[in-house]
């Protein structure tokens, strides 16, 4: 989950300088940025206890589960050798939404790669190619 400017994209779950707290695990996550966003949810830079992490959040709980469970269970599968990043914790929390109205948000967090953007790689690597 690498990406070259991990604050540059519009904040739509949450906000920098937002603080989560887990419903279940009561870990706080710091929120410095938005890094990423899919079909099944958003992906922020999180910091806790001075420890940059990634989040993924969405209303669908379903799928952050799902994808939760596969992140876990290519970790246990395969031993000595990382095929991606650390799954740290699921859990949820809710969000304020209006006027006193709440939202339940469903999360997990995961080790922060940093890396270069895909859109970074791609151009390096075609002017590579193409010697310039």
């Known amino acids: 989950m690498g990406f070259s400017h991990p604050i540059s994209f519009k904040s739509d779950f949450l906000q920098p300088g937002q603080k989560i707290v887990g419903r279940w695990n009561h870990r ?25 992490l990634a989040l993924k959040i969405s209303a669908d709980a379903t799928n952050i589960a799902l994808e939760y469970q596969v992140l876990r269970e290519m970790s246990e599968k395969v031993q000595g050798i990382s095929l991606g990043p650390f ?19 469903f999360f997990y967090v995961m080790e922060y790669v940093e890396g270069v953007g895909i859109e970074s790689f791609c151009r390096r690597t075609v002017r590579s190619r193409l010697g310039l």
Not at 39 to 44: I, Q, S
Not at 87 to 97: H, I, N, R
């Open 87 to 105: 799954v740290l914790e699921m859990d949820d929390f809710e969000s304020p939404k209006g006027e006193g109205g709440h939202t339940l948000l």
């Open 28 to 52: 706080t996550y710091h929120v410095l940025g938005k890094i990423g966003k899919g079909a099944n949810g958003e992906v922020y830079l999180v910091e806790l206890n001075g420890h940059r």
